[in-house]
């Protein structure tokens, strides 16, 4: 007995292969029908058809009666029409064709059906009171009603820039002091000093709103697709104590991810760690905004978020490896149980089970060699997910990851067949050169070769590229003329991230973090290729330029082009030109052949991989002993945005951090450049004073690197805003000393750092109590003739302090006092110091008017480097000489700065 796509028993069995193709395409044609019929109605919702919406009871009625009629189809004869005829290329074989007019009223009612199923969902509800949605302010009501929720934490907390977003699921409500029982989810922004887990209880204050729409998105409806009808502003979190509501899932999950997440957070220096938290486990927050802009612009997001086309790479990488090591058939199983340990790595949330369903049916087909197969699955699922969820339909992530797949399927196979086409014919046109022995074939032509996992990496890269770049045009609104290449020339990497760092991470979160810490040297060297490639490609003048005009029926006309070139065999024809190409270039470098065929038998006796693994050891050799001390005193002042960040090397090695600016993340990516990158420790960590842009950034520095000391005033001990601070100072068990006038540090190699201020508490009581500034530690670093003032927020009372004290305060290098404001740098105490070198660690475009204009009147004459100007400042010495380097790349001013420190040479000297 046959069953058709209802689950019921056909009367007239058909032979194999001849109706059992039509049958499957049928499950095509309906798929595709009930997408249309949702679609649809989404048209007509727009319209008001549906109001508030309708039952769920309609479109169950029309699936009852789809049943019915595919029933009644495969029970009834049938005409046979001509066939349609079906890409052969893609896997699928001819059909033969039928008509049959049951068929016809199963296609009518699908379509009927998803329209219903739209009306059933409509993007916006009519909430009732026992909706969360309900309890929204309406637009005449008063802003200072307060709503007071219960419920847990429903999603995994995003954190940036000190601040983090939950996703509430609500299951009660009180409101002008009457509680009621609601159902509904809440999104929420709230800072990050306490760190919420996936299903813990919260009571949360503040006033429910309805979700904007900004110009060019519609957050609305973004939040609407994932149940969330409502915001809360203002909010004030309380945690409940009461079981976790999480599940046992839900917190076996995100407990894997928080883990994972720390974990490479303290092997990997920053922006790697933030780059492979995003690509392993899906969690974006920590990757710099600067840096995923720079993605965005060449049109390689797609590797570091967790979406249709990542998915489609670790898929392809994966089943690459499996082939390799277990043949086509042995690594099915292998495949689909890695790609189901990345999504339980990734946090399996609806998109990525949506995305990793369409690269198992990838795998199954390509394995299996049932292409069709797969393009029929494919449909099958997303009318599944969209029958739970029609809106589903518009989700972005959703669309990408279906035609990812889809560019897989039908792509895939041409791509593979036309490179190994193209490449057989380089191996033989090599072999009548003389570069490689005839009867041989060098390891990169044998199959299961390392070779086919890069061939694999950028093939599918290649084919998931072409299909979703429309719409990443369409939605973004931009065209990265780049794109392409940047995304060939980063491809070759990620299998290496992927794999390695998906085991690094398996091998850590058991407990062998220092094995993994090996492991991760490999992803290492990919993170760092690819952000390599992506800043080359973003500094490239016009590599992306903004499409506005780029709509809806331009995407539909450029998926039709595609689907017509490939159609023609375009591809083929691109790769015979490249062929001829390579055949030219061949033929102008005639002789030689004895050396060439030479070189053909070393890579013959030689495994592609012991290249490879030899290039990567070394590689790594080299750049750790580039990266040892070199018996210099380096300064860098980080650019942290409106705050201080300063950290010095000494000649021997040691590290000190001092402040840390007011983001922890932004702070990370800075030390990432400039400590090695396998380096995770940090002698002293020292906070000048409470402020939170410079001590905020230091919050989250015991979960990165271990930490030998902490100084700081006794002001910042006892402060309410260093709470936070001291909390997971404490719990890393790093011990917190005081620091104040007269204590130093002695940094060995004749390196030494003294605190000129402040003095102890009962020597200020001229100052207010609650003037942090007052108490800032101000610091002199001292090695050989080379000596830097680094003040704090010090203002001028503290300077005339110590001016009436008779302090050393000469200096080569000032870091001016609170930013450059008017309250600090008096004109006496910058003649005091007599600097050099001022530099002013500001914000760009900040809100203060930092620095301010007198201050740099009193500096004119002087070398004066800003962070909001010049980036990064970099000033090293040897105690004798002064060198200066500025991220900005300003040649005039280095110029310049060779004269000075001739001069200050010469002072020296």
Sequence with gaps: MEYDTCGTVSRNPVPVGSATKPNRMKLLYLA????????????????????????????????????????????????????????????????????????????????????????????????????????????????????????????????????????????????????????????????????????????????????????????????????????????????????????????????????????????????????????????????????????????????????????????????????????????????????????????????????ALMGGLFVIATVLGRQGTALVSLAAACWLMTLLNPLMLWDVGFQLSSAATVGLILMGPALLESFKAFWNKVGRGLRRRGAIPEGSKSDFLRPNSVGDLLRDALLTTVAASIATYPLIVFYFGRLSLISLLSNLLIAPAQPGILIFGGLALVVGLSGLEQLARLLLFIPYAGLWWTTTVVNWSASIRGASVEVDWFGGGAAAFTYAGILGLYWRKAISGYVRMLWRRTVRTFARHRGGVSTRRQMGDILVATPTWMFGAFSVVAGMLWWMAMTQPDGQLHVHFLDVGQGDGIFIQTPSGRQLLIDGGDDSQRLFAELGEVMPFWDREIDYAIVTHPDWDHVGGQTDLPERFRIGHALISENTRGHEDSKSWLAAFHEAEVPVEGLQQGGWLDLGDGVALWALWPPPEEALHNFEEHDKNERSLILKLVYGEFTVLLTGDAGQPSEERLLRGGRPLAAHVLKVGHHGSEHSSGKGFVEAVGPSVAVIQVGAENRYGHPDREVLEILDGRLVLRNDLEGRIHIWSDGKLMWIWTESGAVGDLIELSGAATTVQKEWD
């Design 32 to 355: 595709i029908a009930y997408l249309l019929g949702v679609a649809a109605g989404q048209i007509l919702w727009k319209q008001g058809w549906f109001g508030c919406g309708i039952g769920d009871h309609f479109w169950i009625a029309s699936l009852v009666l789809v049943c019915g009629c595919l029933w009644m189809d495969a029970n009834s004869d049938r005409r046979t029409v001509e066939p349609m005829h079906w890409l052969a290329s893609a896997g699928f074989s001819q059909p033969r064709g039928t008509f049959s007019a049951w068929f016809t009223c199963a296609i009518v009612l699908t379509g009927i059906c998803g329209f219903l199923r739209l009306g059933s969902h409509t993007p916006q509800p009519c909430p009732g009171p026992s909706d969360l949605a309900y309890y929204n302010l309406g637009s005449g009501e008063s802003i200072s009603r307060v709503t007071v929720a219960d419920g847990y934490v429903a999603s995994y907390p995003t954190l940036a820039d000190g601040r983090q977003w939950l996703d509430i699921s609500v299951e009660s409500v009180e409101v002008d002091g009457h509680r009621k029982k609601v159902k509904g989810r809440l999104r929420l922004q709230t800072t990050a000093d306490y760190r919420f887990r996936f299903g813990e209880g919260v009571r949360v204050k503040g006033q429910l709103m309805e979700p904007p729409v900004f110009e060019g998105f519609d957050y609305r409806a973004y939040l609407a697709r994932k149940q969330i009808h409502s915001l809360m502003v203002r909010p004030h979190v309380e945690i409940r104590k009461r079981p976790n509501r999480g599940g046992l899932r839900g917190q076996f999950v995100f407990g894997i991810r928080s883990r994972g997440d720390r974990m490479l957070n303290r092997l990997l220096t920053e922006p790697y760690a933030g780059l492979a938290s995003g690509m392993l486990l899906g969690i974006e927050a920590g990757i710099p905004e600067e840096l995923y802009e720079k993605f965005n612009l060449t049109g390689t997001s797609h590797v570091i978020v967790i979406s249709g086309s990542n998915v489609a790479l670790v898929t392809g990488a994966m089943m690459g490896v499996g082939i390799w090591l277990f043949g086509r058939r042995g690594a099915l199983w292998p495949t689909l149980g890695g790609l189901a340990l990345y999504t339980l790595l990734v946090g399996a949330d609806a998109a990525v089970m949506r995305a």
